[in-house]
């Protein structure tokens, strides 16, 4: 089978692990770049070339696509598709899921357990905005922010006031959410690979930090998950219509909170808490999928 890979660097940890698992299991693997990647468009007939060549029998393509070039990277693989190529995380999840807002929103309509979130736009609604939420702390974060970044915690109203106020004049997109005290500092990242969980850890914040992502300093050990946690994984990757996802929850008083769903997720943090061969489970699935529609088509 050959297998691309979009990503920026191929030297990247999850980059080169997808490669290694494929080619352990007698597949072929080649990594795009997919700003490198230009596309012909017509009636009936779609094409993307690569480096002055015209790429072809691809079986199926995995998107390792960053938050930089979401628009470009989606557009490349959305040409991909419609030229039969499997991938097992389309291009329109993958902008459901980087987008926070539209996530949560769709998460709130099945029924999934989230912090509380308030979103506006006019200046002159943010003091019933933040009355609506609740007391402080308030956890004020971009729309479209990525590893912890555009993440603040405001302990006051005026503090959240004055953030809130700042963010506007950025003319950023953001949203306010409740801080879930008692989850004090962790979260746990649960690795979907084709409706199921292969692995789970507990990422727990440094010292006089909050946000427990690795890439902030935090800490990462296998995790045990309850049934209605790994229900909960599940359930949220299914509605972003993910079949590869890196759900985040908070363990709350109110049970486990979704905090966000990733669409592309890091190997390295989760192979190394868990001993998982995260990226074997990407490739078997892939594999499997790609036999079965194989199968269809043949008969």
């Not at 692990?17 to 080619?23: G, Q, Y």
């Not at 700042?166 to 801080?179: D, I, K, T």
């Amino acid at each position: 089978m050959n297998i691309a890979i979009l990503s920026r660097n191929a030297k990247l940890y999850s980059t080169r692990r997808l490669v290694e698992a494929a080619r352990q299991r007698g597949h072929r693997a080649r990594v795009l770049d997919p700003l490198r990647c230009y596309m012909g468009i017509a009636p009936g007939e779609f094409s993307v070339h690569y480096k002055g060549k015209r790429l072809a029998d691809y079986c199926a393509i995995i998107p390792r696509i960053g938050a930089s070039v979401t628009f470009y990277g989606t557009a490349v693989l959305r040409q991909f598709e419609m030229m039969g190529v499997f991938t097992p995380n389309r291009s329109d999840a993958i902008l459901r899921a980087r987008d926070k807002l539209r996530c949560l929103q769709l998460l709130a309509r099945e029924g999934l357990g989230l912090p509380r979130t308030v979103f506006g736009d006019n200046p002159d609604d943010t003091t019933d905005l933040l009355t609506l939420l609740g007391p402080p702390p308030h956890v004020i974060k971009l729309n479209e922010g990525a590893q912890g970044q555009g993440v603040l915690l405001a302990e006051k109203a005026s503090a959240s006031q004055s953030v809130i106020e700042a963010f506007r004049g950025l003319y950023a997109n953001f949203l306010v959410q409740e801080f879930i005290r008692e989850a004090k500092g962790a979260d746990i990242r649960c690795f979907v690979v084709g409706g199921k969980v292969v692995a789970a850890m507990r990422r727990q914040a440094r010292v006089g930090e909050f946000r427990s992502n690795l890439h902030r300093g935090g800490t990462a050990t296998d995790a045990d998950l309850s049934d209605r946690e790994t229900q909960t994984a599940i359930h949220a990757a299914r509605t972003m219509g993910l079949n590869i996802a890196g759900v985040d929850l908070l363990r709350s008083k109110r049970g486990p909170l979704v905090l966000e769903v990733n669409s592309s997720p890091g190997l390295e943090g989760i192979e190394g808490a868990t001993g998982v061969d995260v990226a074997g489970a990407i490739i078997e699935y892939i594999a499997h999928r790609t036999q079965t529609r194989a199968k269809r088509r043949n008969k």
